[in-house]
Structures are given as structure tokens and as C-alpha cells.
């Protein structure tokens, strides 16, 4: 699996949008960049994934540059509740890949009021 | 939706003792199961992963064992445990052809 490098720490005042950078410079073409967080205490959260295109759900926007060597996780009003350690992961995408999601140690997102 | 049940909590044991912690899954069948340990203030470390009954496969050498009784019981143990054993053990399911993980609430295991 591809490394991926990310921040060890953001700020982001309440109601304003979130973003988190990954750098993934070795990812391969067949590699999903994936995002989890972690609220202090408990298990990680699965957010979004995707491969190429611009992909959002209800929690995030998940932005991937066209030479898909980095990406960028939106959240696009922040609260307080978002406070995390957010894990960027590039990972093989495959119903025969058994083995696991590598976490490294993230980005720790605090919001402010 | 999978739930995954994870017991105790917390934890406090100390050097030398046994241990044993269960994780339970509900909502779906025959699924990859995963233990991983975060020590404080640090990213998550895969321990062993089962892709079924019996099967059992380890990712780093250490003084833990996990097994994996029944579909949806995998179980983590040790004979006798380790001041380095301390962390926040986590335990995990993917369903197969799925790319999502579902992360039980966690034990947080004190060693003293």
C-alpha cells in the first residue's frame, strides 16, 4: 500500500470549512484513497473513499487531484464535534484483499468555538 | 448495518496476568475480523486479522494470540501480559466485497 503523508495537527474555527490534506505521491492505479477520524476514546469512523473523481456524502467532500498524488478531506461546516484524528489510507480496493487498513497517525483536527 | 460488540471497556491488569477479550459481531456472516492496539497518542496497529473460522493470521510478533471460535467471535488473549501490552485495543469487521470498516467501541487495557 501506498504511504501517505499528512499533518500532524489543524485548527478550524465552528462553521467554517475543514480542509485536510494527504499526500499520497506513490499511489498506484489501482489504489483508493480512503478516509477515517477518530474521536478521542473511541473506534475509527469510516468517512469516504474514492478513487479519481471528486466524491461527497453526508459527512465530507473528498477531493483528489488529477494526477491523484494528493487529496484533500471537506468538511464543509466544521462543529465542534468533528474534534478528531482524521487518518488518510491508500489502499488496494479488492473483494480478495484480506488483509487490513494500515493507519499511520493522522491529522488531529481541533475545532474552536 | 454491522454492530460490533466489544468487552470490557476498561481494563486494568497487572504484569504477569492472563488476558482475554472478546469482540462479537452482529449483522452480517462470514466477515473479516481484525485486532488492532493504539498505544497513546499513536496511530492504529494491526495485531491479527481471521479471514475465517480457525484462521488466524499475525502481523507482528508479540506475546498476544487471537482466535477466532465461532463466525463472529474472534477473541484476543495473552498468557501473561507485558507493561508494553498497555493500549487502546480495537476490534474490527469488513465484509467481504466491501471497502468499509466497522470499528468496535474498544478496550482500553492498562498494564501495571
Known amino acids: 500500500d501506498a504511504k501517505t503523508t499528512q499533518p500532524t495537527s489543524m485548527d478550524c474555527a465552528e462553521g467554517r470549512a475543514a480542509n485536510l490534506p494527504c499526500n499520497h505521491s506513490t499511489i498506484s492505479g489501482n489504489e483508493y484513497v480512503y478516509w477515517y477520524r477518530q474521536i478521542h476514546s473511541q473506534g475509527p469512523q469510516y468517512i469516504i473513499h474514492g478513487l479519481k473523481n471528486n466524491e461527497t456524502n453526508e459527512m465530507a467532500s473528498l477531493i483528489i487531484t488529477e494526477d491523484r498524488k494528493s487529496s484533500t478531506l471537506i468538511l464543509p461546516h466544521a462543529t465542534l464535534r468533528d474534534t478528531a484524528v482524521y487518518y488518510c489510507i491508500v489502499r488496494v480496493y479488492s473483494w480478495y484483499n484480506n488483509n487490513d487498513m494500515r493507519f499511520g497517525a493522522g491529522t488531529r483536527l481541533t475545532v474552536k468555538p | 448495518s454491522q454492530t460490533i460488540h466489544q468487552w470490557p471497556a476498561t481494563l486494568v491488569q497487572p504484569v504477569g496476568s492472563p488476558l482475554s477479550l472478546e469482540c462479537t459481531v452482529e449483522?452480517?456472516?462470514?466477515?473479516?475480523l481484525y485486532w488492532y492496539r493504539q498505544a497513546a497518542g499513536r496511530g492504529l496497529q494491526l495485531l491479527f486479522y481471521?479471514?475465517?473460522?480457525?484462521?488466524i493470521s499475525s502481523e507482528v510478533p508479540q506475546n498476544l494470540s487471537a482466535s477466532r471460535p465461532q463466525d463472529r467471535q474472534f477473541i484476543l488473549s495473552s498468557k501473561k501480559l507485558l507493561l508494553s501490552d498497555s493500549g487502546f485495543y480495537l476490534c474490527?469487521?469488513?465484509?467481504?466485497?466491501?471497502?468499509?470498516?466497522?470499528f468496535g467501541s474498544g478496550t482500553r487495557l492498562t498494564v501495571v
Open positions: 481471521s479471514v475465517g473460522i480457525g484462521q
Open positions: 474490527a469487521s469488513r465484509d467481504r466485497g466491501s471497502s468499509g470498516y466497522t
Open positions: 449483522g452480517t456472516s462470514n466477515p473479516n
